[in-house]
């Protein structure tokens, strides 16, 4: 290990001691966070959730489905997607191994390490081997980075979500692994753990979009976007890039969240950390929706929340009486997206996804 940087911040109790540790381990999501003085309480932001910014991130994510379609029609195709009308330009696109309940069963390695390796047991630098066995399955897109040419001071990480069934399988699963993340919670420190296979699919991902984002994260705010897988991917991103430009990163909304149709992602000691990192936060969710509301809080003994306030879920209730229907980005979010008021976070009188 070794001491990347320290960090003090006065306040009228004393001062709250940070230290961020860098783990030479393979697996590349390796920032630890140790926090030392008084207990961190969510940060109170001003509601500056922006409609016509969820409407151009909702937009973003469908362009990700695009994407991969068009990958999976046209071999040559370079992931450059459709920006006719918007202001922006790509920058990079994201690629991963697409796991298909066949080409998955189809990797020797692959499959005897699964059968042998309890997830709860993985150690962090148990990613670099699997994706060292993945190497030989085909990759398909899984988002991209844009950069405003208009003079605005942003720049936009989207990625896809769930295609096929066995990314679908990994949604459903439940168990926790630890995210390289420690925070002081209910006066001591805590490991936060994330869903196994969100870590996993993000280990494929956590590079390129680092470097992506690097291009720019010193100049401009940064809007992190997912739907579905993609929405907890976002968020694992989010809080990447934010303790990347720690001290302040996410904490002055430089880096902001808009997810959609978003999972439960990990336990509250992570949530915890992550309102702290990228409190400028904002989850978008259909009510007859299904995705929002797994992982259960509770299961197995396992420990799951959202992250965000209620204040930060905005939501409406359009039941398409398709399971499908109520959770598409292009069918449900968007159109809702494009009715004003229909979308709030006040108080609900109808059942909510929060805990």
Known sequence: M?????????????????????????????????????EVKHIVVANNYNPET?????????????????????????GIVDLTGYPYRQTAS?????????????????????????????????????????????????????????GSAN??????????????IMDAAFIQ??????????????????HFGFLLMYSFLI??????????????TCLVTGHSLGAALAILAA???????FPMGGRDGKIQMYNFAGPRVGNPTFVDAYNYFVPVSYRVVNLADLVPIVPPASIFGYKYQHIGTSEQEWSYLYQTEDIGGNHSIQGNYIPALQKPGIITNTKKNHPVSGD
């Open 94 to 150: 994201f690629k991963a191994p697409e796991f298909l309940l066949t080409n998955h069963l189809a990797a020797p390695r692959l499959k005897q390490y699964l059968n042998e390796t309890a997830p709860e047991k993985f150690k962090f630098t148990d990613f670099d081997l699997f994706r060292d066995f993945s190497k030989d399955l085909p990759e398909v897109f899984w988002g991209f980075a844009l950069e405003a040419i208009d």
């Open 239 to 245: 809080l990447t890039l934010s303790t990347m430009t």
């Open 207 to 220: 590079g390129q979009i680092t470097a992506a984002a690097n291009n720019f994260l010193d100049r401009k």
């Open 155 to 168: 720049c936009i990480i989207a990625i896809r979500g769930t295609q096929s069934i066995y990314e679908w």
């Open 2 to 38: 070794w001491l990347r940087h320290w960090w003090a911040n006065e306040s009228e109790s004393g001062k709250d001691f940070f230290i961020i540790i860098q783990l030479l381990a393979g697996f590349r999501l390796n920032i630890i966070v140790y926090k030392f003085g008084k």
């Open 54 to 78: 969820a409407k151009l991130l909702a937009h973003c994510c469908s362009l990700t489905y695009d994407q991969y379609q068009r990958g999976r029609r046209d071999s040559g195709y370079d």
């Open 177 to 194: 692994v630890p995210a390289p993340l420690i925070w002081f919670k209910d006066g001591r420190l805590e490991l936060a753990k994330a």
